[in-house]
């Protein structure tokens, strides 16, 4: 069974703190996202990546970084937290080659205080 | 740009028909899809369509595309309360790249 994984369900910090959230996918995908979903404004779109060590902004990347350092993995920095990006992140997968389909982990919903 | 719209919510009765609408402005998107997340959930993939169909039937599910008014609408037949969930429509970006998704349509489903 196709799996993507994140790290935490729940998350806590603080304003100014430094935090990652981890996603793991174990179908050997090439491509894998970061989304933050917001009531009322659906998915958006913070990063991707397409490759190892590869990765392109997407709507919305200010505050946030990336880093891909196996295929598997996919992490999301946030530098120094700040109130405006409580929210639920979701991250996905998909293959190239494929119907574009995206395999999505359950989220993690990040409150910054 | 790229966009997709959808309404934010239906409501319904348990047994009755659901159609959710959705507009998308990208017409080389090769796919558009209907993804459904439910409560505390990330999203799943519902079905798909492939651009140069009209009509897509799985079990309870019918996918109708109007290309011309870049109009997709999912068909949900005998709505049970476990469909209850958000219903996203999506399309790919211009670049291929991505998907862009709507903000969702919140289906609610009373018995």
Redo the contacts between chains.
């Keep these: 069974d196709v799996k993507v994984t994140q790290s935490s369900r729940y998350l806590v910090k603080r304003t100014g703190e430094k935090v990652f959230l981890e996603c793991v996918q174990d179908m050997d995908h090439e491509n894998m996202f970061w989304y933050r979903q917001d009531p009322g404004l659906g998915l958006r779109l913070i990063y991707f990546s397409y490759d190892v060590k590869m990765k392109e902004k997407g709507d919305i990347p200010e505050g946030y970084s990336v880093s891909r350092e196996k295929k598997e993995r996919f992490s999301l920095i946030l530098e120094s937290a700040s109130t405006n990006q409580t929210s639920m992140y979701l991250c996905a997968s998909s293959s190239i080659g494929t119907a574009d389909e995206q395999f999505f982990g359950p989220g993690t919903r990040l409150t910054v205080l | 740009g790229e966009d997709v719209e959808q309404s934010?919510f239906l409501s319904v009765r348990e047994g009755d028909s659901s159609v959710i609408n959705c507009t998308y402005t990208d017409s080389s998107s090769?796919?558009l899809?209907w993804y459904k997340q439910e409560p505390?959930?990330?999203?799943?993939?519902l079905t798909?369509i492939f651009s140069n169909m009209d009509m897509k039937q799985d079990q309870r599910l019918t996918v109708l595309l109007n290309k011309k008014d870049k109009h997709l609408s999912l068909r949900i037949a005998d709505t049970q309360t476990g469909d209850s969930a958000i219903y996203?429509c999506a399309e790919?970006n211009q670049a291929?790249?991505?998907?862009i998704?709507?903000?969702?349509t919140t289906l609610s489903v009373s018995s």
């Design positions: 934010l090769t796919y899809y505390g959930a990330g999203l799943q993939l798909y996203f790919s291929g790249t991505a998907l998704f709507g903000k969702g």
